[in-house]
């Protein structure tokens, strides 16, 4: 391979990374509190929705057990992946050796949901010095772009009546 195209291959994956992480860290501005299980969903989500629905997300291909899994689910394209205030449920668990399953409760609808694997426990995904994302994540429907995050159209699902069990892939660079 030319040098030229060695260089053309490392500026797209670093331009791939730094668009990833610039979704993930925008709109973060305080660090993440642990949820014990079962975690409450924020004041916007309606108090009917407990009996609502059970959406299920087993979070999978994890590169190790250190750190928590901050997970959100959204019901559009505002705050999608990582804002906390405009998702309908946030928990964050800690990572164990049985894996990670979340549950909530919501009302049928179409939805996209993210998760971080965030192994230092930051908050936020953290990324090295060229802008790289150096944690993992994932969204529903598991669309992996490989110069950009995935957006919510990608990512979005519809919650039936009867509930869904879906899985996240978690990608790492």
């Known amino acids: 391979m030319s040098r030229l195209a060695r260089w053309a291959v490392l500026g797209v994956v670093v331009t791939g990374g730094l668009a990833c992480a610039a ?17 409450t969903a924020p ?4 108090a009917s929705a407990a009996s609502g629905p059970v959406l299920t997300v087993t ?17 559009s394209s505002a705050g999608f ?6 998702s309908v449920y946030w928990e964050v668990k800690k990572v164990d050796a049985a894996g990670v399953t979340f549950t909530a409760h919501l009302p049928p609808g179409r939805y996209a949901a993210s998760v971080l694997h965030d ?32 957006t919510f159209e990608e990512a979005a699902f519809d919650l039936p009546p009867e509930g869904a069990e879906m899985t996240i892939s978690v990608q790492y660079f």
């Open 23 to 39: 979704v993930w860290s925008r709109g973060r501005s305080h660090p993440v509190a642990v949820v014990s299980p079962p975690a």
């Open 43 to 46: 004041a916007t989500l309606p």
């Open 59 to 75: 979070v999978k291909d994890l590169r190790n057990r250190k750190g928590n899994l901050i997970f959100g689910v959204f019901r």
């Open 81 to 86: 992946p990582n804002v906390e205030k405009k």
């Open 119 to 150: 192994e230092n426990r930051s908050g936020d995904m953290d990324r090295n010095l060229v802008g790289v994302p150096t944690e993992g994540y994932g969204v529903t429907n598991n669309p992996k772009p490989p110069l950009r995050a995935a």
